[in-house]
Each structure stands twice: as C-alpha cells, then as structure tokens.
C-alpha cells in the first residue's frame, strides 16, 4: 500500500522560505516519477515541479521557475520541494504525487496514481 505523507507547509510572509517534504512508504521514490501540485480555493489543480527517475529529468511551472527546487533523499525515501522568494499567489494546499512509471505529461494529474493528503502553504503581503 503506498501512502505518500507530506509535511512543512505553514504560514510565511511575502519573500520568505519553505520546504515541503513528501515521505514514501510503498513506493521507492527515484524508481519513477513524482510530483509536485498545487490547488487554490476555486482553482484547478496546478502542477509545480515533478522530477523522474531520481532527478535525471525534472519540470518546473512557469511561475515557480528559479524560486522553486525540487529534490529527492532516497535514503530517507522522501521528496523535497525547496521554496524561496514565496509571493501571496503561492497560496495553496500544496500535494505529493507520485506515478507508476514514466509520466506522460508531468503537469497532468492523471499521471500520478498516488495522493498525499496535502499541506497548506499561505504567503501573506
């Protein structure tokens, strides 16, 4: 049974840091890919960064690129998302994903089979 658990959400001001970790159990996390999403009240669920394979290919959104580093401890079996520079439309419930191979569109949701149960992220101005 794979459970994906993640954790350091919270709430920062404009121009702060977070990281977000996502712990695995059941799932090995540089055997395939894994990602990272996010969803705000009244919004679609957006993808913020995924990485394959223990990082030999990742993806960033268009709004998080060189603020947003996604990274991996496979020893710890966990997925990190590093956060700087965090602007009030950061805001979201941040989800863990993760994908039984190889993802055919990293930013798609339908890609990933697994959920974490997410962790909220508020950036205040």
């Known amino acids: 049974q794979v459970q994906l658990v993640e954790s350091g959400g919270g709430s920062v001001q404009a121009g702060g840091s977070l990281r977000l970790s996502c712990t695995a159990s059941g799932y090995t996390v540089n055997n395939y890919c894994m990602g990272w999403f996010r969803q705000a009240p009244g919004k679609e669920r957006e993808g913020v960064a995924a990485a394959c394979s223990g990082g030999i290919r990742s993806w960033y959104g268009d709004s998080v690129k060189g603020r947003f580093t996604i990274s991996q401890d496979n020893a710890k079996n966990t997925l990190y998302l590093e956060m700087s520079s965090l602007k009030p439309e950061d805001t979201a419930m941040y989800y863990c994903?993760?994908?039984?191979?190889?993802?055919?569109?990293?930013?798609?949701?339908?890609?990933?089979?697994?959920w974490g149960q997410g962790t909220q992220v508020t950036v205040s101005s």
């Open positions: 994903a993760a994908a039984m191979g190889w993802v055919m569109n990293w930013s798609h949701p339908r890609d990933y089979g697994y």
